[in-house]
Protein backbone atom coordinates (compact mmCIF):
# COMPACT_ATOMS: atom_id res chain seq x y z
CA UNK A 1 0.00 0.00 0.00
CA UNK A 2 1.27 3.51 -0.73
CA UNK A 3 2.44 5.26 2.44
CA UNK A 4 2.68 9.08 2.05
CA UNK A 5 5.15 9.46 5.23
CA UNK A 6 7.83 7.28 2.67
CA UNK A 7 7.33 10.18 0.29
CA UNK A 8 8.32 13.40 2.11
CA UNK A 9 10.87 10.93 4.02
CA UNK A 10 12.53 10.38 0.32
CA UNK A 11 11.85 14.05 -0.54
CA UNK A 12 13.45 15.61 2.11
CA UNK A 13 16.12 12.92 2.59
CA UNK A 14 17.37 14.02 -1.36
CA UNK A 15 16.78 17.68 -0.01
CA UNK A 16 13.68 18.19 -2.68
CA UNK A 17 11.05 20.94 -2.09
CA UNK A 18 7.72 20.92 -2.51
CA UNK A 19 8.32 22.59 -6.03
CA UNK A 20 11.27 21.03 -6.76
CA UNK A 21 9.10 17.57 -6.97
CA UNK A 22 6.47 19.33 -9.09
CA UNK A 23 9.26 20.60 -11.45
CA UNK A 24 11.14 17.52 -11.84
CA UNK A 25 8.10 14.80 -12.33
CA UNK A 26 5.21 17.42 -13.99
CA UNK A 27 2.61 16.43 -11.53
CA UNK A 28 1.10 19.75 -10.38
CA UNK A 29 1.99 21.10 -6.46
CA UNK A 30 -1.23 21.02 -5.74
CA UNK A 31 -1.72 16.97 -6.41
CA UNK A 32 2.09 16.63 -4.55
CA UNK A 33 0.85 18.72 -1.26
CA UNK A 34 -2.59 16.55 -1.42
CA UNK A 35 -0.08 13.15 -1.65
CA UNK A 36 1.67 14.26 1.17
CA UNK A 37 -1.24 15.13 3.48
CA UNK A 38 -2.53 11.53 2.17
CA UNK A 39 -5.95 13.11 0.48
CA UNK A 40 -4.74 11.62 -2.46
CA UNK A 41 -3.55 7.93 -3.29
CA UNK A 42 -1.46 8.54 -6.50
CA UNK A 43 -1.95 6.25 -9.17
CA UNK A 44 -0.86 4.95 -12.88
CA UNK A 45 1.29 7.75 -14.30
CA UNK A 46 1.38 10.00 -11.33
CA UNK A 47 3.28 6.95 -9.38
CA UNK A 48 5.57 6.17 -11.72
CA UNK A 49 6.55 10.11 -12.07
CA UNK A 50 6.89 10.99 -8.71
CA UNK A 51 9.01 7.58 -8.32
CA UNK A 52 11.28 8.75 -11.49
CA UNK A 53 11.88 12.14 -9.78
CA UNK A 54 12.91 10.89 -6.32
CA UNK A 55 15.35 8.16 -8.13
CA UNK A 56 13.85 5.31 -6.17
CA UNK A 57 12.10 2.13 -7.33
CA UNK A 58 8.46 2.17 -7.12
CA UNK A 59 8.30 -0.32 -4.15
CA UNK A 60 10.07 2.55 -2.30
CA UNK A 61 6.78 4.39 -2.07
CA UNK A 62 4.90 1.70 -0.16
CA UNK A 63 4.62 1.27 3.43
CA UNK A 64 6.89 -0.96 4.81
CA UNK A 65 5.72 -3.89 6.23
CA UNK A 66 4.78 -4.97 9.57
CA UNK A 67 6.55 -7.44 10.81
CA UNK A 68 4.65 -10.33 12.45
CA UNK A 69 4.73 -11.53 15.99
CA UNK A 70 3.87 -14.86 17.89
CA UNK A 71 0.18 -14.23 19.35
CA UNK A 72 0.05 -14.19 22.57
CA UNK A 73 -2.49 -16.87 23.12
CA UNK A 74 -0.64 -19.74 22.03
CA UNK A 75 -1.55 -23.05 20.93
CA UNK A 76 -1.61 -25.33 24.43
CA UNK A 77 0.50 -27.86 22.60
CA UNK A 78 3.36 -26.01 22.57
CA UNK A 79 3.33 -25.82 26.29
CA UNK A 80 4.29 -29.14 28.07
CA UNK A 81 1.44 -31.25 29.84
CA UNK A 82 1.77 -32.83 32.96
CA UNK A 83 1.02 -36.73 32.33
CA UNK A 84 1.45 -39.92 34.21
CA UNK A 85 4.82 -40.66 33.74
CA UNK A 86 5.59 -43.72 31.43
CA UNK A 87 8.22 -45.66 30.70
CA UNK A 88 9.71 -44.51 27.19
CA UNK A 89 11.85 -46.13 25.08
CA UNK A 90 16.05 -45.22 24.72
CA UNK A 91 14.91 -44.48 21.08
CA UNK A 92 12.58 -41.91 21.88
CA UNK A 93 14.48 -40.04 24.50
CA UNK A 94 17.23 -39.70 22.17
CA UNK A 95 15.02 -38.17 19.38
CA UNK A 96 13.21 -36.45 21.66
CA UNK A 97 16.27 -34.61 23.00
CA UNK A 98 16.99 -32.24 19.95
CA UNK A 99 13.04 -31.26 19.59
CA UNK A 100 13.40 -29.80 23.81
CA UNK A 101 16.44 -27.59 22.77
CA UNK A 102 14.53 -25.98 19.72
CA UNK A 103 11.69 -25.39 21.99
CA UNK A 104 10.70 -21.87 22.07
CA UNK A 105 8.64 -20.63 25.43
CA UNK A 106 5.18 -19.73 23.76
CA UNK A 107 3.84 -16.36 24.43
CA UNK A 108 7.31 -13.93 23.66
CA UNK A 109 6.89 -12.29 20.53
CA UNK A 110 9.47 -12.85 18.35
CA UNK A 111 12.36 -10.38 17.66
CA UNK A 112 11.40 -7.79 14.74
CA UNK A 113 13.61 -7.43 11.52
CA UNK A 114 15.29 -4.46 12.63
CA UNK A 115 14.21 -1.27 9.84
CA UNK A 116 16.77 -0.61 6.59
CA UNK A 117 17.31 2.78 6.49
CA UNK A 118 17.56 4.58 3.60
CA UNK A 119 21.00 5.22 2.50
CA UNK A 120 21.44 7.98 -0.07
CA UNK A 121 24.36 7.14 -2.57
CA UNK A 122 27.15 9.41 -3.02
CA UNK A 123 26.43 9.94 -6.36
CA UNK A 124 22.81 10.95 -6.06
CA UNK A 125 23.70 13.24 -3.25
CA UNK A 126 26.08 14.52 -5.75
CA UNK A 127 23.10 15.91 -7.69
CA UNK A 128 21.14 17.55 -4.93
CA UNK A 129 19.71 20.90 -5.52
CA UNK A 130 20.61 23.14 -2.63
CA UNK A 131 17.74 25.50 -2.31
CA UNK A 132 18.47 28.79 -1.27
CA UNK A 133 15.59 31.26 0.52
CA UNK A 134 16.09 34.83 -1.66
CA UNK A 135 12.77 36.80 -1.19
CA UNK A 136 14.57 39.78 -3.20
CA UNK A 137 14.74 37.40 -6.11
CA UNK A 138 10.81 36.42 -5.95
CA UNK A 139 10.04 39.84 -6.58
CA UNK A 140 11.92 40.65 -9.22
CA UNK A 141 11.08 37.59 -10.28
CA UNK A 142 7.17 39.06 -10.30
CA UNK A 143 8.08 42.54 -11.06
CA UNK A 144 9.77 42.06 -14.83
CA UNK A 145 6.91 41.20 -15.45
CA UNK A 146 6.38 45.29 -16.08
CA UNK A 147 8.96 44.96 -18.67
CA UNK A 148 5.80 44.97 -21.27
CA UNK A 149 6.12 48.73 -20.72
CA UNK A 150 9.43 49.33 -22.74
CA UNK A 151 8.15 46.76 -25.43
CA UNK A 152 5.62 44.28 -26.19
CA UNK A 153 6.25 40.31 -25.08
CA UNK A 154 8.99 41.14 -22.69
CA UNK A 155 6.38 40.14 -19.91
CA UNK A 156 6.98 36.63 -21.16
CA UNK A 157 10.59 36.60 -22.38
CA UNK A 158 12.53 38.03 -19.14
CA UNK A 159 10.39 36.30 -16.64
CA UNK A 160 11.43 33.24 -18.35
CA UNK A 161 14.65 33.70 -18.52
CA UNK A 162 14.67 34.29 -14.74
CA UNK A 163 12.82 31.55 -13.77
CA UNK A 164 14.63 29.46 -16.64
CA UNK A 165 18.07 30.19 -14.53
CA UNK A 166 17.10 30.35 -10.97
CA UNK A 167 14.36 27.46 -10.74
CA UNK A 168 16.42 24.75 -9.19
CA UNK A 169 18.74 27.17 -7.26
CA UNK A 170 16.09 29.60 -5.30
CA UNK A 171 13.42 28.56 -3.00
CA UNK A 172 10.08 28.99 -4.24
CA UNK A 173 11.31 30.13 -7.79
CA UNK A 174 10.03 27.07 -9.82
CA UNK A 175 6.10 27.60 -8.82
CA UNK A 176 6.43 31.48 -8.54
CA UNK A 177 7.92 31.50 -11.89
CA UNK A 178 4.79 29.29 -13.39
CA UNK A 179 2.09 31.38 -11.81
CA UNK A 180 3.80 34.74 -13.28
CA UNK A 181 4.30 33.43 -16.71
CA UNK A 182 0.37 32.34 -16.78
CA UNK A 183 -0.63 35.42 -15.78
CA UNK A 184 1.72 36.73 -18.44
CA UNK A 185 0.45 34.34 -21.10
CA UNK A 186 -3.39 34.64 -20.05
CA UNK A 187 -3.00 38.47 -20.40
CA UNK A 188 -1.50 38.09 -23.61
CA UNK A 189 -4.27 36.27 -25.23
CA UNK A 190 -6.87 38.45 -23.45
CA UNK A 191 -5.34 41.27 -24.85
CA UNK A 192 -5.54 39.86 -29.09
CA UNK A 193 -8.81 39.01 -28.68
CA UNK A 194 -9.89 42.28 -27.22
CA UNK A 195 -8.41 44.12 -30.23
CA UNK A 196 -9.71 41.29 -32.83
CA UNK A 197 -13.37 41.72 -31.42
CA UNK A 198 -12.75 45.97 -31.73
CA UNK A 199 -12.00 45.59 -35.04
CA UNK A 200 -14.91 43.19 -36.08
CA UNK A 201 -16.81 46.21 -34.38
CA UNK A 202 -15.45 48.42 -36.00
CA UNK A 203 -15.75 46.91 -40.13
CA UNK A 204 -19.34 46.07 -38.51
CA UNK A 205 -20.03 49.68 -37.68
CA UNK A 206 -18.51 50.85 -41.24
CA UNK A 207 -20.50 48.48 -42.49
CA UNK A 208 -23.90 49.48 -40.85
CA UNK A 209 -22.94 53.19 -41.52
CA UNK A 210 -21.98 53.62 -38.16
CA UNK A 211 -19.41 55.90 -36.87
CA UNK A 212 -16.53 53.82 -35.73
CA UNK A 213 -14.90 54.48 -32.26
CA UNK A 214 -12.77 56.98 -32.47
CA UNK A 215 -9.73 56.17 -30.21
CA UNK A 216 -11.33 52.49 -29.44
CA UNK A 217 -7.49 50.93 -29.95
CA UNK A 218 -5.89 53.03 -27.38
CA UNK A 219 -8.81 52.64 -24.49
CA UNK A 220 -8.35 49.23 -25.07
CA UNK A 221 -4.53 49.88 -24.75
CA UNK A 222 -4.73 51.71 -21.53
CA UNK A 223 -7.07 49.22 -19.82
CA UNK A 224 -5.68 46.17 -20.87
CA UNK A 225 -1.81 47.67 -19.12
CA UNK A 226 -3.36 49.51 -16.41
CA UNK A 227 -5.24 45.94 -15.45
CA UNK A 228 -1.60 43.93 -15.67
CA UNK A 229 0.15 46.77 -13.64
CA UNK A 230 -2.21 47.21 -10.89
CA UNK A 231 -2.17 43.36 -10.88
CA UNK A 232 1.60 42.98 -10.62
CA UNK A 233 1.58 45.71 -7.97
CA UNK A 234 -0.92 43.93 -6.12
CA UNK A 235 0.87 40.55 -5.98
CA UNK A 236 4.21 42.04 -5.60
CA UNK A 237 2.39 43.17 -2.10
CA UNK A 238 1.18 39.82 -1.10
CA UNK A 239 4.58 38.36 -1.78
CA UNK A 240 6.16 40.55 0.92
CA UNK A 241 3.80 39.90 3.06
CA UNK A 242 5.42 36.18 2.71
CA UNK A 243 2.18 34.95 1.07
CA UNK A 244 3.50 32.65 -2.66
CA UNK A 245 -0.25 32.11 -3.63
CA UNK A 246 -0.19 34.90 -6.12
CA UNK A 247 -2.17 34.36 -9.01
CA UNK A 248 -5.12 32.32 -10.24
CA UNK A 249 -3.34 30.58 -13.08
CA UNK A 250 -0.08 28.91 -13.52
CA UNK A 251 1.63 27.05 -16.49
Not at 137 to 158: G, I, K, M, T
Not at 215 to 227: E, I, Q
Request: proline residues 9%; aromatic residues 8%; charged residues 15%.
Amino acid sequence: MFSAARIVTIRKSKGFSQEVLAEQSGVSLRTIQRVEQGDTVPRGHTLLALAAALQVPLEELHAAPIPATAPADAPAASLPVASAPRQSLPEERTEAAPANLATIPAGLPATPAPATATVVPPAAAARMPILRADPEFLQLLNLSALSFLVLPLLNLVVPFVLWRKNRHTIAHAAEVGRRVLGFQVLWQVGCFFAYVLLAVGQVVAVQFQYAPIKGGFLLVMVATYLLNVLTVAYYARRLRQGRLDIYPVRL
